[in-house]
């Protein structure tokens, strides 16, 4: 398994930007499409975007279609998660994904997961 660590989580206003990352270490990076997902208090944990194997196809849910923006840099083993016009129910819990499977990877369980980082969005 790919062993992934995120960071980046914090406290923001709303309206405000945070940018998570998260780095990969184990497996050869360019193998896994990546995604992330979040857990707010008594949530399910929710699929909030994904990326391919090369970073060229993205996709969305759709409570945060238009605000983020997942991208990675092979080169760096790191996905991003640039969070723009950040809203009070986008506190959670972040959690950086692997899969080999981007066309699967919206339904978990996923291979690996890392071990997720607080974002706290005050109104």
């Known amino acids: 398994q790919v062993q992934l660590v995120e960071s980046g989580g914090g406290l923001v206003q709303a309206g405000g930007s945070l940018r998570l990352a998260c780095v990969a270490s184990?497996?050869?990076?360019?193998?896994?499409?990546m995604a992330w997902f979040r857990q707010g208090p008594g949530k399910d944990r929710e699929f909030v975007g994904a990326?391919?194997?090369?970073?060229?196809?993205?996709y969305y849910g759709n409570s945060v279609k238009g605000r983020f923006t997942i991208s990675r840099d092979n080169a760096k083993n790191t996905v991003y998660l640039l969070m723009n016009n950040l809203k009070p129910e986008d506190t959670a819990v972040y959690y950086c994904?692997?899969?080999?499977?981007?066309?699967?990877?919206?339904?978990?369980?996923?291979?690996?997961w890392g071990q997720g980082t607080q974002v706290t969005v005050s109104s």
């Open positions: 994904g692997a899969d080999p499977d981007y066309f699967t990877i919206t339904t978990m369980p996923l291979e690996s």
């Open positions: 184990g497996r050869t990076f360019s193998d896994y499409a």
């Open positions: 990326i391919s194997w090369g970073g060229d196809s993205t």
